[in-house]
């Protein structure tokens, strides 16, 4: 059985050979993964805040990360996280936000604030997972720059963290978290366009 920490290593490689335009997620694609988020619990909230990894308490409590209940968004990678709801459901997804005030703001929700079509600690058929290799297409960054992010991530094999140093985008870990890896070791070049930092707002009513 591979190791998560070998496949990160083969994820850095595989992407090595992609355009870095090809990075940048779009906004919902068609025959994409879209849902909504929905109040499972019934409990009042107007919405929930998205998170900054999988760990449910991993926030930032301003207007950028708020999604009201009926937001559509489009699932990009699951993972496992933290264990919510009464029936712990640890599925989590990685999402961009496809309608609403915060279309395009990508983050991470839990599956129990998602209406997938599957029981607790599943994901959607066809969703794309850590594990998940991209499909190689013709290079087109320089191949030396290719070689030192491949380099970098040899030499990090197995490393569940970094440095500060080596992390140039804080509060992450690399272990489970395929895209944290490959930017780190691309020096933390890489960047999606809709993460860029958005004006704090304001929410109205309570939210998870």
């Not at 794309?128 to 297409?137: K, N, R, W, Y």
């Not at 690399?174 to 930092?197: I, L, M, N």
Request: with cysteine.
């Amino acid at each position: 059985m591979v190791s998560p920490h070998r496949r990160l290593a083969a994820t850095v490689a595989a992407v090595a050979v992609i355009p870095m335009t090809a990075l940048v997620p779009s906004a919902a694609r068609a025959g994409g993964l879209v849902y909504q988020v929905t109040n499972y619990d019934n409990d009042g909230t107007k919405g929930v805040y998205l998170r900054n990894s999988s760990n449910v308490n991993d926030v930032s409590r301003d207007g950028a990360h708020y999604v009201t209940y009926g937001t559509n968004v489009q699932l990009l990678r699951g993972l496992s996280g933290s264990a919510v709801g009464s029936k712990a459901n640890t599925a989590w997804d990685r999402v961009q936000v496809v309608s609403g005030p915060n279309n395009g703001r990508i983050g991470y929700i839990s599956e129990h604030w998602v209406n997938t079509p599957v029981g607790s600690n599943q994901h959607v058929s066809g969703e794309a997972s850590c594990s998940s290799t991209p499909a190689p297409v013709t290079p087109s960054a320089p191949a030396a720059y290719n070689s030192a992010a491949i380099a970098w991530a040899q030499k990090h094999n197995g490393q569940i963290y970094g440095t500060s140093a080596e992390q140039p985008q804080s509060k992450h870990q690399w272990s489970g978290y395929c895209w944290t890896f490959v930017r780190d070791a691309f020096g933390g070049k890489v960047r999606a366009v809709s993460e860029a930092p958005r004006a704090a707002g304001t929410t109205t009513g309570a939210a998870a």
